[in-house]
């Protein structure tokens, strides 16, 4: 069994940034893809970027460049640093594992084990 746990987020002005992170316990892969999604109301849950074992990122468009995975040594907490924030960024935050070797997982179904998610509010 996988355990993710999400943290950091809150309310935060148009322009400013925020890390949340993501804690993994529980079963461990060699191969897997970390992936964090968005669901803001009334809209569908998406892709916003993932991480791989090796390190590798993906981004959405409408984060790239703004936004940063990043994980420890320990590969044990994913990080999602968001900069330069906007209202639309506005959205529950969730991180999600897949294990095994398959390239850039994007689609919510692509993904078995999910976190409770965390709130990023962003005012203008």
């Known amino acids: 069994q996988v355990q993710l746990v999400e943290s950091g987020g809150g309310l935060v002005q148009a322009g400013g940034s925020l890390r949340i992170s993501c804690a993994r316990s529980?079963?461990?892969?060699?191969?897997?893809?970390m992936g964090w999604f968005r669901q803001a109301p009334g809209k569908e849950r998406e892709f916003v970027g993932s991480?791989?074992?090796?390190?590798?990122?993906y981004y959405a468009d409408s984060v790239k460049g703004r936004f940063t995975i990043s994980i420890d040594n320990a590969k044990t907490t994913v990080y999602l640093q968001m900069n330069s924030l906007k209202p639309e960024d506005t959205a529950v935050y969730y991180c999600?594992?897949?294990?095994?070797?398959?390239?850039?997982?994007?689609?919510?179904?692509?993904?078995?084990?999910w976190g409770q998610g965390t709130q990023v509010t962003v005012s203008s």
């Open positions: 991480i791989n074992w090796i390190g590798g990122t």
């Open positions: 529980g079963r461990t892969f060699s191969t897997y893809d």
């Open positions: 999600a594992l897949q294990p095994g070797n398959i390239p850039l997982r994007i689609g919510v179904q692509e993904y078995g084990y």
